[in-house]
């Protein structure tokens, strides 16, 4: 079973950024979409972002311009750097493997006024 954990979160003023980190225990990208989900509180789990297998991107419509997913094969990390972080963006952010659909454990983003 891959398994995945994000890290990088944590405590951001508005206007700054962040960039998360989340590591497959197997070399899964060159066969698996992975993706950027967030949860705020009382708020549906929503996509941020998505990588496929051959590279394509795509974003939601709140972070275009602001936030840019990547991945290093090499090191099995998936990467989502967040600019011009606003507090709206506060929520919990998980990783995602599609082929598997597998979950990583989360890692919180809060974001001040």
């Known amino acids: 079973q891959v398994q995945l954990v994000e890290s990088g979160g944590g405590l951001v003023q508005a206007g700054g950024s962040l960039t998360l980190s989340c590591a497959a225990s197997?070399?899964?990208?060159?066969?698996?979409?992975m993706g950027w989900y967030r949860q705020a509180p009382g708020k549906q789990r929503e996509l941020v972002t998505g990588i496929t297998s051959g590279g394509r991107t795509n974003y939601g419509d709140s972070v275009k311009g602001r936030f840019t997913i990547s991945r290093d094969t090499a090191k099995n990390t998936v990467f989502l750097q967040m600019n011009s972080l606003k507090p709206e963006d506060t929520a919990v952010y998980y990783c995602y493997a599609n082929l598997w659909s597998v979950w990583g454990q989360g890692t919180q983003v809060t974001v001040s006024s």
């Open positions: 197997e070399s899964i990208f060159s066969i698996s979409a």
